[in-house]
């Protein structure tokens, strides 16, 4: 079956500019999340969705940040007024329910210059 | 607060020999699951394994085997006769049960030479 697709697969934005990543995550599944990985910081946790739960947004490492989940499916992470320390690739992950294995699509790579 | 400790940076093999990622974890929870991704050169993470704290059985899967050890937090990953597209970066992960998300080590990079 089909896999976590992402959209775009790159973006490459001025700073100060806002930017919207998209997330197709495997039908049926319950869970949703974003993560990034950066050089310098591995792989991040920023955000969860879990079901018609409210999201833990914990991961968020600033108000910049935000991210929605329409109809229990797709989800777009939205980065306001981006800055260079934003340059990393966005994962999207999604599982069947909460503690199962996470599926990850491809990533965006965000640079912003 | 959770912790995963990936110590080796980089591992170069030649083909065939075996080759083992340590991976060390912390936790409070007496429950919590372990998994184990592989980023090829492609970029995409790839799901290995998923293994909760209560099942301390040693997996194997053809190649692939990890050995966990709840006594010294380990969760250990090796692969027997390596082969060049097993050239990789494999992260080991934590979640705490009932809050799924994934705390990450940083990562091992394998490489395989022919």
């Known amino acids: 079956g089909a896999g976590v697709s992402q959209s775009p697969s790159n973006k490459v934005t001025e700073k100060g500019k806002d930017v919207e990543l998209r997330c197709d995550p495997i039908s049926g599944h319950t869970a949703l999340y974003w993560y990034r990985q950066s050089l310098g910081q ?22 910049r940040f935000s991210a929605e989940r329409t109809g229990g499916s797709v989800s777009t992470l939205t980065i306001q007024r981006t800055q260079q320390e934003d340059s990393a690739v966005y994962l999207c992950a999604s599982s069947r329910d909460f503690d199962y294995e996470q599926y990850f699509g491809p990533g965006t790579r965000l640079t912003v210059t | 607060a959770q912790k995963v400790t990936q110590a080796q940076t980089e591992i170069s093999v030649v083909e065939k020999e075996d080759v083992t990622l340590d991976c060390v974890y912390e ?57 060049v597209v097993d050239s990789a970066v494999y992260f080991c992960a934590l979640s705490e049960a009932g809050y799924s998300t994934l705390t990450f080590g940083k990562g091992t990079m394998l490489l395989v030479s022919p």
């Open chain 1, 42 to 63: 591995g792989l991040e946790f920023l955000i969860y969705f879990q079901g018609n739960s409210a999201p833990d947004k914990s991961g968020l490492p600033s108000d």
């Open chain 2, 27 to 83: 936790t409070r929870d007496t429950t919590y699951y372990l998994f184990w991704y592989k980023q090829p050169p492609s970029g995409e993470l790839v799901f290995l394994i998923r293994r909760n704290s209560f099942d301390e059985q040693n997996e194997i899967s053809g190649r692939y085997s990890w050995n966990f050890q709840k006594s010294t937090s380990s969760f250990n990953f090796t692969i027997t006769a390596s082969q």
